[in-house]
């Protein structure tokens, strides 16, 4: 179970901490970090845990990533839903937290998106459905290439998690202004869950769009990363 367990706990930290970060911390009066700070929470978040939890779980922390990483051959196919599992129930615990956090403040309303993702009118930019689709899918693809690209054994060693943590920086530098940035479905669910309403009724996308994406990332990278040999 300890691999359940680092799961969850790992997906906890990356909710609490890149929505954290957007619901407490974005537009705090004057001293706010801005799409730039809510950006490097994010990546902070698996930087840190792929250190803390790599080593035991492999720091998943999204069911694209384990979906993706099944399809690429690094993750076994029994597997699949216990990790689901634990990633989903940890995304809803650290959402359930913030919300008690937030909650404490006079005037706080969960009504106002609490983080999460969107398109049409509940898009940050007012970005389309096609264009959030497209977004989503494309951006989890690249995060998947670059995930098994610097956990190939024939990259540097010790700095995945690097690599990793500045590729989900930079994803959501790109995405926050159209859907908010998902690449996750976890991290969707666990704060859609608490705005009920639209949130939930378009969290259809944020599974769809990165599971798909996941599984071009590892069709590409099983193509370009494919070992050759030298006569």
């Known amino acids: 179970m300890n691999k359940y367990g680092a799961e969850f706990f790992g997906t906890f930290w990356l909710v609490l901490g890149g929505c954290g970060s957007a619901v407490l911390a974005a537009a705090f009066p004057e001293l706010g970090i801005g799409l730039l700070g809510v950006s490097l929470a994010f990546g902070l978040t698996v930087l840190t845990m792929a250190y803390a939890i790599g080593h035991i779980s492999g720091c998943h922390l999204n069911p694209a990533v384990s979906i993706g990483l099944w399809a ?87 700095m995945a998690p690097v690599a990793i943590g500045l590729c989900l920086t930079l994803i959501h530098l790109i995405s926050i202004p159209v859907t908010n940035t998902s690449v996750n479905p976890a991290r969707s669910t666990g704060v859609a869950m608490f705005v009920g309403d639209w949130a939930v009724a378009q969290l259809w996308l944020f599974w769809v769009a990165p599971i798909v994406g996941a599984v071009l990332g590892a069709v590409v990278y099983r193509v370009i990363g494919k070992e050759t040999t030298t006569s």
């Open 72 to 158: 690429g051959g690094r993750f076994e196919a029994k597997e699949l839903l216990p990790y689901i599992v634990a990633q989903v129930l940890g995304g809803l615990a650290a959402g359930a937290v913030l919300y008690l956090i937030a909650s404490g403040k006079a005037g706080f309303e969960v009504s106002a998106g609490f983080a999460s993702n969107g398109f049409g009118e509940h898009s940050p930019g007012g970005y389309s459905m096609q264009a959030a689709l497209i977004c989503e899918v494309v951006m989890t693809m690249m995060f998947l290439v670059v995930i098994l690209g610097a956990t190939d054994k024939r990259a540097p060693q010790g």
